[in-house]
């Protein structure tokens, strides 16, 4: 089956530092997502691309978070500098279409200290 | 924008019992309606979806209902079997994104 990987599944870090996480989508798929869930909020979204264009970012603190896909392999979610309460799962999730359900990665669990 | 909301936030049901979670929607525009199950540890999946044109969908033991009118949607599961336990969101959306429910926790008990 295709899936959309991501890496790292764990991440743990100290309050301050760079965090990057990665995603492969799933080939063929133009539509990228990245979510956040915590128990608090539920799944949020951060941003998403769609051909590798950013359509809409609204949902991250744009301080500190960016978003970009340097090709259509690979999309990437950067938080600098991390705070504790960035602590939280992340998914990406890649579809063709808008009319069709997004297939999701299994996560990045990242926790900040 | 759209706000989905979703009940109940925790379902218990006996083995081979059937579950309904409901959601509302707010926003008109609003034509697709998916269904995803988040099983522990994993992300979640897509289990069934619905378009605003159909009133029904049905995939085996699960089923999706569409109210346009009065904005909201259900999800039907029958027979329940252990295997179903996990949490479900529904979503509402077809612009550019869905926003997701907060999620149902589903417990079928042995």
């Known amino acids: 089956d295709a899936r959309v990987t991501q890496t790292p599944r764990h991440k743990v870090t100290e309050m301050g530092q760079e965090v990057t996480m990665r995603c492969q989508p799933i080939l063929g798929h133009n539509t990228v997502f990245w979510y956040r869930q915590t128990m608090m909020q539920g799944l949020e979204l951060l941003a998403y691309?769609?051909?590798?264009?950013?359509?809409?970012d609204s949902g991250m603190p744009k301080d500190r978070f960016s978003a970009e896909m340097p090709d259509a392999t690979l999309a990437t979610l950067k938080i600098q500098p991390s705070e504790p309460r960035d602590s939280a799962v992340y998914f990406c999730?890649?579809?063709?279409?808008?009319?069709?359900?997004?297939?999701f990665g299994s996560g990045t669990r990242l926790t900040v200290v | 924008g759209e706000n989905v909301e979703q009940h109940p936030s925790t379902l218990s049901v006996q083995e081979g019992d059937s579950a309904v979670i409901k959601c509302t929607y707010s926003?008109?525009?609003?034509?697709?309606f998916p269904w995803y199950k988040q099983e522990l540890g994993k992300g979640p999946q897509l289990i069934i979806d619905i378009r605003s044109n159909v009133g029904e969908k049905k995939d085996q033991r699960i089923a999706v209902t569409l109210n346009k009118t009065a904005k909201h949607f259900s999800l039907h599961i029958t027979e329940t079997q252990p295997e179903d336990s996990a949490v479900y969101f529904c979503?509402?959306?077809?612009?550019?994104?869905?926003?997701f429910g907060p999620g149902t926790r589903l417990s079928v008990l042995p």
């Open positions: 999730a890649s579809g063709p279409d808008r009319y069709y359900g997004y297939t």
């Open positions: 926003d008109s525009a609003s034509n697709y």
């Open positions: 979503a509402a959306g077809g612009g550019q994104n869905f926003v």
């Open positions: 691309f769609r051909n590798r264009a950013p359509l809409d």
